[in-house]
């Protein structure tokens, strides 16, 4: 087992010290290193991959809050719509339609984040300013009963380039703080930015959410 506790408990205490959530990210990470953490008090992981989550949400403890942070292909909506706390990787109005339908079959109003295209690279999803503007002047997310809109996620440029980072992170900022007005009512309040190598920056720049995995469970080994 490979959690790093002592990191946990600093990172957390720098993280409530600025009113930060922590999204443990826990893919491709054996379900004893998510029971150690949760025995530990963390709530809230983030999973990347449906058959995985389904697979994890099934074996551990109930009351865990499960955030879907990859990418959702709408096909597969249906199998985390019972009962993930909240998609971040919303990145289609497509996709948004789909949650909202089986929300609507399990009853249940379902969390999102939209999610922005921010880095220079192409292989980011998401949202650009110019169709997330689109989306919220028309009136469309009204219409969609079962989901509700919490705010925005993305991720910035793989990249060691500070001012590079700096420019994407406040670029999001400044989108969520324009989209913030077309949601009153106060449920538009999170700006999910930020992982393991770039999350002080993130907070520096007005992120309220931060998805952090390598740091807390080790490096990922994708070849088993
Ligand atoms: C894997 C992943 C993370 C966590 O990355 P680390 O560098 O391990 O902290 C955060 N966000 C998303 C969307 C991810 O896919």
């Not at 919303?90 to 079959?105: A, F, H, P, R």
């Not at 793989?158 to 590079?164: G, P």
């Not at 930015?193 to 469970?217: C, E, H, P, T, W």
Request: net charge neutral; with cysteine.
């Amino acid at each position: 087992m490979a959690v790093n506790f002592e990191q946990y408990e600093s990172i957390l205490k720098e993280l409530t010290a600025n009113q930060v959530k922590l999204i443990a990210v826990s893919k491709t990470k054996p379900n004893e290193d998510l029971q150690a953490l949760y025995d530990f008090g963390q709530r809230a992981f983030g999973e990347n991959y449906v058959q995985e989550l389904v697979d994890k949400e099934a074996s551990l403890p109930k009351d865990i809050q499960w955030h879907f942070i990859g990418h959702l292909q709408s096909n597969k909506v249906k199998y985390i719509a019972p009962f993930v706390f909240m998609i971040h990787g919303v990145d289609s109005e497509k996709l948004l339609q789909e949650i909202n339908k089986q929300g609507v079959k399990q009853n249940r109003i379902i969390d999102c984040l939209l999610q922005i295209h921010i880095a220079t690279e192409e292989t980011k999803f998401g949202f650009d300013g110019h169709a997330l503007h689109e989306l919220l002047v028309s009136g469309r997310v009204a219409s969609y009963s079962n989901v509700r809109i919490r705010g925005l996620m993305g991720m910035a440029s793989f990249s060691e380039d500070q001012t590079l980072l700096s420019k994407e992170f406040t670029l999001l900022k400044s989108y969520f703080d324009n989209a913030k007005r077309a949601f009153p009512g106060g449920h538009f309040d999170t700006l999910s930015m930020g992982m393991s190598s770039d999350y002080q920056l993130a907070i520096s720049k007005g992120s309220n959410m931060v998805r952090i995995g390598s740091l807390l469970f080790g490096a990922r080994n994708y070849s088993k």
